[in-house]
């Protein structure tokens, strides 16, 4: 009997070694899984704070984007506005210019007579 419990014994030592080591195994593989699930979120986290500070980055080019819109818009209508002036400018005639309209500008009292005598002639 005795060599028979030493057998019960010693079959049980070994199933609760075999238990053990596959126990350590298993838990070693979930400290893997766990390091590689913590590293996913480091790097998603490493991700999120990069993305968050391009927005960050993007937020002042954007304002300056903005602003100088703005600016082109304000320059191109100075400049219609300057264009359209000089256009106007180009309409307009010089003082020699007008005095030579004026010289060749009938005399009221002239067109008068000379309708006067037509009248009269007819």
């Known amino acids: 009997d005795r060599a028979n419990v ?12 075999q238990y053990l080591q596959e126990a350590l195994q298993a838990s070693a593989a979930d ?13 998603a986290m490493a991700r999120l704070s990069n993305s968050k500070a391009d ?3 993007i937020t002042p080019l954007q304002e300056s984007l903005v602003k100088t819109e703005a600016m082109l818009t304000k320059f191109l209508a100075q400049n219609k506005a300057k264009s359209e002036l000089e ?16 010289e060749l500008k009938v005399n009221k009292d ?5 309708i006067q005598m037509l009248l009269k002639g007819a």
Do not use: G, P
């Not at 256009?87 to 004026?102: D, G, H, V």
């Open 6 to 17: 030493e057998v019960i014994v010693h079959k049980k030592y070994e199933d609760i070694v």
């Open 55 to 57: 927005r960050i980055e």
């Open 87 to 102: 256009k106007s400018q180009k309409e307009t005639y010089s003082k020699k210019e007008i005095e030579a309209f004026m």
């Open 31 to 43: 400290e893997e899984n766990f390091k590689a699930k913590a590293n996913e979120l480091i790097e």
């Open 110 to 114: 002239d067109f008068e007579h000379q």
